[in-house]
Every structure is written in structure tokens, then in C-alpha cells.
């Protein structure tokens, strides 16, 4: 044995060292005297052979007490791994089981254990092939009703025959880890999770019901509300007047998913008088280590809520979030306090600033462009300098933009993005207008420049919005975002005196964004309109701007034409034409489709730029807006759009048609 030759040779070697220091000692003492010659060679033949005698004695003891030593601890070794409290396998990668122990035959004595290996380590030889480095053995494995951590090596095998293969054997240890995951699993669903209930239109509701039938209606939304909560074992606690604060543990998230927030249509099934309907916002959050955590991060997930529309739940967890609902149309609000509360808001902010920059959504349309229009108006009639960042737009802005550039005033307001760039600072007021996304609006950098920014919106919020806004206003009600600015104007300080060009682009975006007031349109979007009317709008000069040419119209046609129908009611055509205005024709050409009869919703697909652009569209019975966000877009329950990326025209219509699937599967329409 290696370590029994080793410590012999150490002894032969510090004998051989004694014999020389012997040796020399007694030459030295026969040089200086010849009369030792005779003794000292006698002598030193007698110590060779004592020398001699003692190391074969040694050795003799040495070898046998290590072979003994060898022998109980190889003894030892066996009957550990025989008697292992834990399961052991030794088994080669080819599926032969070389060992294995007793508390294996024990705990798999009634399973098709067979199988299991087999499988086993043909997993455990991919990641060893793609892996040469790594030669432990760590995993998971369910068997039975028992969950085991499997623990090992693999060693690696002589090499034998002809063709050298690579053979492994693999030692595994099967340790039941059933009760730690049963324990972490009670430990993660008893945790709790902080809801807020809201009621979206109450003011609404209130107003239309009688001093008689206010407490009535009241009753029966809050026990419908306590009567569902009461499915979790959780506890509601109203908070104010419109909403509840929901505390229930984890466990029972799942089957709310399941019955899909039942509570948003059983209110809905509450009876008034007119046509308004009750309808919920509910956020829900897992985020957080604290309960406080949980609950302010569910006070930022109702603002998504809301900020779609309403009627939803949205679920936050590992700041991802999940929806369900968001199928009514959205109520307008016909207070506007929040109107003049920000106008005022965005006054001061503006006078606190060094210099204002104004942008707006990337590829931006009319609205984009006309609602910044009116916010570099706005920062005019306060006295504040103002810049607008655009350094793209469609092909029909052509005449818009031409307009823009003969405007005296405006031929230096617009700007590129190297510009902004460089007049930004911390103190730089940034108002993004007609987006909420960060990904969306024209020059994202910009938005890590400052930490004074005012979003003005009418989308539906997604979850890409921009947190760190100082001020938002955000209404999904609204037409569009020029009519939300118009509101603006309506409540500066100093009476603001819009030039008609001016008037003409904000109600140029109103009008884009309705469809010449035939869609999602209100009283105060009619009441917007009429003041910019007051401004000498020239209607007819506005609808000159984005008149389509004779060529662009018969393209739509063809689309229309080779439109197909699904689910009965659901028009799809693509324009397979790649140009700088597809997404425009696409636009357009879903627009037209929806003026067929029996057709309710509708989708064109097209190529601008290595994208897939998609746009939708919806009378209403179908919400555009659910399916489109489960391809990354958004927009309104009428009217939405996305985009897709490094695929084709038919695969992009094949993932659309997956994602209508799912939304009729899961019961949205």
C-alpha cells in the first residue's frame, strides 16, 4: 500500500544518514590514530548489522500495524454506507446498478424504481457532457408522493476495449426532502396579501341615484363585496367612502384567479336606474417584506387600475403584474376639478423651472404634435421658454409639419434629440404628452435627465408607465391628449389667447384621434372642441392635412378586399408592402374595415422597418386593447396597436390569432 511503503522508506532513509555520520566520525578517529583502524572497522560492522536486525523489525511492526489500521477503516467505510441512514445507489451511466443499500431497498422496495433511474441518470449524463468540469451532483427529484434531493458524484471510469468510450459511475444519495418544501410551501401561502378595493364611478352612481336609493344600493355592493372576500378567509375593512382595504393570505390567490375576479360582474348585476353601471378596480400585491410594503405597493398597482379604465383586478407580484377584467367602456368624468387642480399644478412647476421641453410619443401623429403645440402655448402664457423634441412623424404629417415650419414663432421651438440633450438639466421641467410609456415617447434618455416631469396622457396605463412623474394627468376617458391639453389652457392664471393655427392643431388631434367625433367621444370632448372653435378653426383646412392621395386609398381597398373573417365577427387582412407609411395604412385600413356590416372588431398586420406593426380596432363589443397587450401593445378597449419583432408577416398573424384564442377562451368578450 502507498502510505505503509512511504513510511518504511522514511525510516531506511534517517538510518542511512546515522550510518554515514557514524562512518565519518570513525575515519576521522583512525586518521588520527592507526591503532582504531582495526576496532573501528569491527565496530562498525557490528552497528550495520544491529542496524540491519532493528529496521526489518521495525518494518515488520510498521507494515502490520497499518494493515490493521487499513482493515478497520476500510471495515468502518463499508458498514457506513451499508448501514447509511439515507438512501445510496452506486450505479454506471450505461443504467447498471452496482450497489446499493439497504435504506434504498427499504424506502423503494414497492416502486418501479427501474424507470425512475433510467431517466435519472441519462439527465445526470447531458449536464456531466455539457458540463466536464463539474462532477458533483446536486438536483431534485419527485417520487411517489415524496419529493428527494439527490446528492452525489460521478467518477470517472478506466477506459477498456477498442473504442475508448467515457463511462462514468455515479454515487447518489436520495435524502427526503418532502417536509422541508411542505413546510416552505405553508410558509409562502400564509403569507399575506394587502388588496385595495376601489369604486371607479361612485361620484357618478351617487349623483344619479335618490336620497332614497343611495343607501339601498350601497347595502347590497358591500355585501357582495364582504360575501366574496369571505371565500378567502381574509378580512375588508373600508377606508373611505369608495374603498376597501382587503387583507387575505396567499393560499387563496389561486382560486381568485380561477373564478377571474367574479365580484367585477356580480356588481355589475346591482341594478339603477339610467344607464350607468357599478364596476370595480381591485389591486392586489405580493411585494414586499412588510405589510406597509404590500400595501404601498398596491396603492401604485390601483393607479394602473384605474389608469386603464377601470373594471379590473391587477396582481402584482415580483414586480410583474397580471389582469383580469377591464372589459366596460370608460366612464367620463364630467367634473373638471381635476382639470383646473392641475392646470395650476403645472403653472407653478413651470415657473420654478430654468426651461421647459415638451415631447411626445415616438413616430409621433397629430395629437402627439398638437398637444405639444398647446403645452409650449401654455408655458408661453406664463412667461417660460419651451422646446419641443420631434425627430420623426408618419408620411401624412407632411402638410401638418409643412404648416408648423411656416409659423413664425414655431421655427425654432422644434428641436432634435442632440439638442435636448444638450439643454436638459436637473432643473428642466420634461412634460411627456399623448404616452405613458417609457419606451414609447421620443427620446427615452431624457427621461433619466430630470427629476421634474408632468405625463400627460389619455392611453391606458401600462406597466412600462413612467413612475417618477411629479405630475400626471392621466384620464382614459378623454379623446385624446389634445383635448386633455385644451382643458389645460381653459384654467391658466392669465387668460390664454391661442393663435389659430394653434386652436387648429389641438383640434386637429381631437378630431384624428375620434375619427371625425364618431368614436370615443363625450360631452367634454364636445365642449373642447367648441372652444378651440371659438379660435377661428378653418374645419376644412384641418381635414386637408391628412387627406389620403388616390393611390394610398386604393391600397386600403386591396386590404380590405383580402380580408378574412374569424370568430364570426373579427376582420384580419396584412399589407405586405414595406414603406415608411405601413403603420399608417394599416391604421387606416382597419378603420374601414369596422364600416362593414356584421364585422365588430378588426386587425391589420404590416412591415415598416423590421417590425411587425398591428393595428386594432373595435366598435366596442370586443376589446382590442386585451389582446394586443398580450403582444406587448396597448391602447383603448376601441382602439389599439403593438408591435413584434424579428418575425414574419404570417407568423406574427399566427401569434395574433393565438392571443384572440386566448382572449375568447378566457372569457373577456
Known sequence: MPNNKKAIENILIK??????????????LCIQNIH?????????????????WTDNKKTTEITQHIEELTFSIDSTAKNALINSPFPLVIIETDGNIVWKSISFVNEFGDVDIKNILD????????NIETNYANNSIDMQLKIGKKVYKIVGECLRKK??????RIEYMLVLYFIDNTEVINNSKKYEESKSCIGIISIDNYEETMKALSAEERPQILAKLEKSIYKWAEGTNGVVIKSDRDDYIFIFEQKYLQNLKENKFDILDTVKEIEIDGPLQITLSIAISQ????????????????????????????????????????????VEKRSKVKARMVAHALEDLMVESDNIIIMGHSNGDIDSIGSSIGIYKFAKSVGKSAKIVNTNYGLTLQDFMEAVNQEEEYSNVIIDKMQAMSEITEDTLLVVVDTNKKGYVEVPELLDKTNKIVVIDHHRRSTDYI???????????????????????????EETELTTFEAESL???????????????????????????????????????????????????????????VKDTIG????????????????????????????????????????????????????????????????????????????????ARNILLEKIDEYFAEGLN
Not at 36 to 52: A, C, E, M, N, R
Not at 518 to 543: C, Q, S
Not at 608 to 632: A, H, M, P, T, Y
Open 467 to 493: 413612475e417618477n412623474a411629479t405630475l400626471s394627468f392621466h384620464e382614459v376617458y378623454a379623446s385624446s391628449a389634445s383635448e386633455l391639453v385644451t382643458e389645460l389652457l381653459q384654467y391658466t392664471t
Open 15 to 28: 538510518n542511512k544518514i546515522y550510518l554515514a555520520i557514524i562512518a565519518v566520525i570513525l575515519t576521522i
Open 287 to 330: 411585494d414586499g417584506d412588510t405589510n406597509y410594503e404590500k400595501y404601498k405597493t398596491a396603492l401604485a398597482t390601483l393607479d394602473i387600475a384605474l389608469g386603464r379604465g377601470g373594471d379590473q383586478a391587477v396582481i402584482r407580484n415580483d414586480e410583474k403584474y397580471s389582469f383580469f377584467g377591464g372589459r366596460s367602456v370608460e
Open 507 to 565: 383640434y386637429g388631434g381631437i378630431m384624428v384621434d375620434t375619427k371625425n367625433f364618431t368614436f370615443k367621444t363625450g360631452v367634454r370632448t364636445f365642449e373642447a372642441a367648441a372652444y378651440l372653435r371659438k379660435n377661428n378653426v378653418d374645419i376644412l383646412k384641418v381635414k386637408k392635412w391628412f387627406q389620403s392621395d388616390l393611390q394610398s386609398y386604393n391600397v386600403i381597398a386591396d386590404i380590405v378586399k383580402n380580408a378574412e373573417i
Open 119 to 126: 431517466n435519472l441518470v441519462k439527465e445526470i449524463k447531458t
Open 159 to 164: 477506459q477498456k476495449g477498442i473504442k475508448k
Open 36 to 52: 582504531f583502524i582495526i576496532p573501528s572497522i569491527i565496530v562498525f560492522v557490528l552497528i550495520i548489522i544491529y542496524t540491519y
Open 572 to 651: 384580419i387582412s396584412i399589407y405586405d408592402k414595406e414603406g415608411d407609411n405601413a403603420n399608417l395604412i394599416c391604421a387606416k385600413s382597419a378603420d374601414e374595415l369596422l364600416t362593414i356590416n356584421n364585422i365588430t372588431a378588426s386587425f391589420v398586420l404590416g412591415v415598416q422597418k423590421n417590425k411587425v406593426f398591428i393595428s386594432g380596432r373595435s366598435i366596442g363589443d370586443i376589446n382590442v386593447q386585451l389582446i394586443l397587450e398580450k403582444l406587448g401593445g396597448g391602447g383603448h378597449i376601441g382602439v389599439a396597436g403593438a408591435q413584434l419583432e424579428n418575425v414574419s408577416l404570417e407568423e
